[in-house]
């Protein structure tokens, strides 16, 4: 995962909501992007600061439930089928 340029940041949180939108990136995260919200498994919320988020898959992320990469340090890899299971 790249880190966001400050514009980007400004971008993303100034964009107008939208139905929430889930992609799948072959190898790594899911990309969660719209109005959403995430809770935790005690129901509270779990706050994010952009409207686009990273969510993890691989099970290492340092930052769970985000993204922080080390899918890509752990060679995680996808079954290619789980690619349009969502």
């Known amino acids: ?29 899911l990309l969660v992007r719209g109005d959403f919200t995430i809770a935790a498994a005690n129901g509270g919320k779990i706050p994010r600061r952009r409207r686009t988020v990273a969510l993890c898959r691989c099970g290492a992320s340092g930052i769970k439930p985000y993204c922080d990469g ?16 969502v």
Not at 6 to 14: G, Y
């Open 1 to 29: 995962m790249s880190a966001a340029s400050p514009l980007d940041e400004q971008n993303d949180r100034h964009a107008p909501l939208s139905s929430p939108e889930i992609v799948v990136c072959p190898n790594g995260p």
């Open 70 to 85: 080390t899918h890509k340090l752990i060679g995680f890899r996808t079954k290619p089928d789980t690619e349009n299971a």
